[in-house]
């Protein structure tokens, strides 16, 4: 049950987008589409954007898209704006009714 | 949807403690629910399912033989028995309730937590 790996930052400036990556194995992320994302403002629970790689929940504005290719996944943030800036987590089924969270990623909007 | 965690508290190495999960607002025995921890400053840990009828259980390998859920319809409740509790059990806890009825994945609505700290 190893981490997912996420890089640890990212950034860009409002109106800009950025795409945050998060790479398993065949073991998990390339192994199904139960993949899901998620925002986490400091002190508050996390909130899912996406689930089953791509779909986003009501609610959840259009800027927020994911997809997958191979053992990775991909959360992209198009139109930063600043409230954007928080943690994200991806999530994704491991098997044998496990699942695995990526270490986070700190998004700063410059 | 609302779900709210307690129970947690200031616990010494070696003990136990119960944190619960109450439901309101939904079809609390539809769902699957997870609990999730989180150390102060570090990333989120997948711990622990149980189905929605209660018939399924499933851990992660750090919890596995120390910590039990269970849930309670009638009460909308789930709880975590944790024992044998350690320094690095120190968490935040959340119960999340799974997104859609009868199935296990995705993890859609979170309660606010509940901090566990294991010191002498």
């Known amino acids: 049950q190893s981490a997912l790996t996420q890089p640890p930052s990212a950034s860009g400036s409002p109106g800009q987008s950025v795409t945050i990556s998060c790479t398993g194995s065949i073991s998990d992320v390339g192994g199904y589409d139960y993949v899901c994302w998620f925002r986490q403002y400091p002190g508050k629970a996390p909130q899912l954007l996406i689930y089953r790689v791509d779909q986003r929940p009501s609610g959840v504005p259009d800027r927020f898209s994911g997809s997958k290719s191979g053992n990775t996944a991909s959360l992209t943030v198009s139109g930063l704006q600043g409230d954007d800036e928080a943690d994200y987590y991806c999530?994704?089924?491991?098997?044998?009714?496990?699942?695995?969270f990526g270490g986070g990623t700190k998004l700063t909007v410059l | 949807v609302q779900l709210v965690e307690s129970g947690g508290g200031v616990v010494q190495p070696g003990r136990s403690l119960r944190l619960s999960c109450a439901a309101s607002?939904?079809?609390?025995?539809?769902?699957?629910v997870h609990w999730v921890r989180q150390v102060p400053g570090k990333g989120l840990e997948w711990l622990s399912l149980i189905s929605y009828d209660g018939s399924d259980e499933y851990y992660a390998d750090s919890v596995r033989g120390r910590f039990t859920v269970s849930r309670d319809d009638s009460e909308n409740t789930v709880s975590l028995q944790m024992d044998g509790l350690r320094h690095d059990d120190t968490a935040t806890y959340y119960c999340v309730r799974a997104l859609f009825d009868f199935e296990p994945h995705y993890f859609d609505s979170w309660g606010p937590g509940t901090l566990v700290t294991v010191s002498s």
């Open positions: 999530n994704s089924y491991a098997g044998s009714d496990t699942w695995v």
């Open positions: 607002e939904f079809a609390f025995s539809n769902h699957a």
